[in-house]
């Protein structure tokens, strides 16, 4: 089946665009900036005549910014073909939805659609999709998204467009808002963001993990998502009125009138213990692999830049609470430990066998009489400086003898010395009771 993704050279349309053409669709991309390099380079046509590609497509998504997809969605769905499914991927669902139920043609199915996370996850594993159908227009596609997301490791929650955003006028409104402002608030007080990073608390780095988060993304984004969503003024006042009350009972210096404030709302919040240990959790990772780079200084290790995806590996120089110096051999590397994510065993095995030039030695042996040359094969495998192994030749009309010559080709890691683990395998096959005939390099 084909998809065409409207926006789909943004930076969400270039994540589902994988996600759709490794499950089996046919995908097809387009977007207003006439970027064709990004189709390219995700290996998808790019629909140079849009019109044509809306007509044929079995799903159209519109992905593109909240302030025009009502508009995007009113020139789109009048031209879809019968038995299609016309999706939204937006932060709002009540103007969406009623676009398409507007302008879908009855015998085009419509479902809106939130992803509640951005393009940087690396797959859906615990992330919450928002379905918001339309009694009556959503038959035949719902349950096949509902499955296809579900089966990826998404938490489906399906409500209706209204309560969708109700809840986000809270959960993305008021976060954003509150998280954008502190960030104003340190330009307006000309404060040292980096200076303040000497003297930080867990929580307080953490927040300003998020802070910086949010506003060094896009603040078109923001800025829709702050004043598309009729919900959020509301949201608004409340906040900036408890904002007003809270600072009055702190000028006042009334402390039974704060902490009776704070008890009100441990009350209406619920369960502050589970947060509490969801928290200590996310402090301890942090804290985990900090002290993990401190006991591997003079070993060696291998991070991943999260941003780029470039494998970094070297031996530990220094950590610092800020970053961590590799020395590669060749060079240092500096990297800032907020940027990059500790590779494990099993990682930095696979990065040294998919990327390294590894070393080839041929041992031919005499194998005692009765032996198994495969089981000798697998005794050598077992080396963990050893990539593989395997049988190039076997001879059993060697003069003076009844033993087999068995010649084992061996490939060992292109980070070891080669001739090292030579004699270390040599050593090994003479214990076992074989004769060594000669070597090649």
């Known amino acids: 089946m084909k998809v065409l993704i409207i926006g789909g050279t943004g930076e969400m349309g270039q994540w589902f665009t994988p996600f759709f053409r490794n499950h089996g669709y046919e995908v097809v991309v387009w977007g207003s900036s006439g970027k064709v390099e990004v189709a390219e380079r995700m290996g998808v046509e790019f629909a140079h005549d849009l019109d ?51 302008y879908a043609p009855e015998d085009v199915e419509i479902l809106g659609t939130h992803p509640m996370f951005g393009p940087s996850i690396p797959s859906l594993h615990g992330q919450i999709f928002i379905l918001t159908p339309i009694n009556g227009r959503c038959e035949k596609w719902f349950p096949v998204m509902h499955s296809l997301f579900e089966d990826n490791g998404a938490h489906i929650e399906v409500i209706s467009p209204a309560e969708h955003d109700r809840f986000v006028s809270v959960v993305q409104g008021l976060t954003h808002f509150a998280y954008i402002t502190i960030g104003t608030t340190f330009d307006s007080l000309d404060f040292s963001v980096n200076e303040s990073r000497r003297f ?157 030039e590894h070393h080839l030695r041929d041992i031919s042996v005499l194998i005692p009489e009765e ?25 059993d009309g060697i003069e003076g003898t009844e033993r087999l010559s068995v010649t084992y080709r061996v490939m060992i890691m292109g980070d070891i010395e080669p001739e090292k683990v030579h004699h270390e395998i040599e050593r090994q096959l003479t214990g076992i009771g074989c004769t060594i005939r000669g070597q090649s390099n």
């Open 200 to 356: 930080m608390s867990p929580v307080y780095d953490i927040m300003l993990d998020f802070v910086g988060r949010i506003i060094g993304q896009n603040p078109y984004l923001y800025a829709y998502i702050q004043m598309e969503n009729p919900e959020v003024p509301r949201v608004h006042d409340a906040f900036m009125q408890q904002c007003s009350e809270m600072s009055s009972i702190v000028r006042k210096k009334d402390v039974e009138a704060f902490t009776a404030k704070m008890k009100e709302a441990a009350v209406h919040f619920g369960d502050t213990a589970s947060a509490l240990r969801r928290s200590d959790k996310l402090i301890n990772s942090k804290i985990a692999e900090f002290d993990r780079l401190l006991d591997s200084i003079g070993q060696e290790i291998g991070v991943r830049h999260i941003y780029s995806g470039i494998v970094h590996t070297g031996f530990v120089d220094k950590v610092t609470p800020r970053t961590v110096v590799l020395d590669s051999g060749s060079k240092m590397i500096p990297l800032k430990i907020e940027n990059i994510r500790l590779l494990n065993e099993e990682e930095m095995h696979q990065w040294k066998l998919d990327n390294l």
């Open 371 to 395: 032996a198994d040359e495969k089981i000798i094969m697998e005794l050598i495998s077992c080396n963990e400086d050893i990539v593989s192994v395997e049988i190039i030749d076997r001879y």
């Open 52 to 102: 044509a590609a809306i007509s044929t497509s079995d799903i159209v998504i519109v992905t593109v910014p909240i302030n025009i997809t009502e508009k995007v969605i009113s020139e789109t769905a009048p031209k879809m073909k019968s038995g299609s499914l016309l999706m939204d991927f937006t932060s709002l669902k009540v103007g969406p939805t009623e676009a398409m139920k507007k």
